[in-house]
């Protein structure tokens, strides 16, 4: 048994700071986990013509419960895979080989939105697309550095002149109160603007879908915004109490982003292959709904 599930075992309590799900939710995800892996496992040897008998070659180091800790681990914390390799006793290639084996089914396991969670069956997802109309969502976006692109048209295309580095740029829309995640953009090339972003966002919503964002997504007549404080000039009172109460309003997707962020690999660098960004943002969204109840998995 490797430390870390060691320590977590003989102390649960601590196990949200070293995840970011409680330990009940921790067990829970790993159940469920394994069982898609059988699955899929299942499927892979369905179609496999075998020259050696089955449970031949190397044995696996890590039980299936360590392989989905390391990945957990990985993301909250964004150490290098050979640190996770000396951690869970490992070599750096395996560490690295399991986590890129198990985020993929973890992502399908934790549906990233409500919309995501409904897009297979399109009745359900119109019938979403109805009932979100009652409701005021709120939309904000952020940015998160990259490592710098090789290629210089590419460097350019990604080069974010208010975080004076090359960014990914995600765009979250949630319920009001924070009660769930309702849409989830990401990987788009952080110079876009917040307003671009989301007139294409709008294509996965209805019509008279009522919509609340901040200054960057002034332009659009289907969104609420604050109002700017006019060139050399003062917001009257009643604009001022109007935007405080926005702002109230909108302190719930800012604490959704800042759930994001606890894990690191959303808030520092992205240093793995960009081309897995997005699919890592989507798992980490699916582990927030987890986390604050709104995604409820089969027991």
């Not at 990945?71 to 399991?98: K, M």
């Not at 992502?107 to 990233?112: C, D, F, G, R, V």
């Not at 969670?117 to 939309?139: C, G, M, P």
């Not at 004076?164 to 009660?179: A, C, E, M, S, W």
């Amino acid at each position: 048994m490797s430390e870390v599930l060691s320590y977590i075992k003989n102390h649960p309590e601590q196990t949200q700071r070293l995840v970011g799900l409680k330990h009940e939710q921790l067990e829970q995800l790993i159940h469920l986990a394994n069982a898609l892996h059988t699955q899929k496992q299942q499927e892979v040897e369905a179609r496999k013509i075998r020259i050696i008998n089955k449970g031949g070659g190397r044995k696996v180091k890590l039980s299936n419960e360590e392989q989905i800790l390391l990945t957990l681990v990985y993301l909250r914390h964004l150490t290098t895979f050979q640190l996770l390799g000396i951690q869970f006793g490992v070599s750096e290639s395996t560490a690295n080989d399991t986590f890129n084996y198990w985020f993929p089914l973890l992502q399908e396991l934790l549906p990233s939105s409500l919309l995501e969670q409904v897009k297979k069956n399109a009745s359900d997802y119109e019938i979403l697309q109805e009932i979100l109309t009652d409701y005021e969502l709120i939309v904000d976006s952020c940015e998160q550095p990259r490592e710098r692109p090789g290629e210089y048209k590419e460097q350019q295309t990604y080069y974010s002149g208010k975080k004076k580095t090359h960014t990914f740029k995600n765009q979250i829309t949630i319920l009001p109160d924070g009660q769930d995640i309702v849409d989830v953009i990401a990987g788009e090339p952080g110079p876009k603007s917040d307003i671009t972003l989301f007139r294409e966002s709008q294509k996965d919503f209805d019509t008279n879908q009522k919509l609340q964002g901040d200054k960057g997504d002034q332009g659009e007549l289907s969104i609420k915004t604050p109002t700017k404080k006019p060139k050399k000039g003062e917001l009257s009172p009643s604009e001022k109490f109007k935007n405080k109460e926005m702002a109230s309003d909108r302190i719930f997707v800012e604490h959704l982003i800042r759930i994001l962020k606890i894990f690191r690999v959303a808030s520092e660098r992205f240093r793995l292959n960009p081309s897995k960004y997005e699919k890592i943002i989507m798992t980490i969204c699916g582990l927030i709904r987890f986390r604050i109840g709104a995604l409820v998995l089969p027991i």
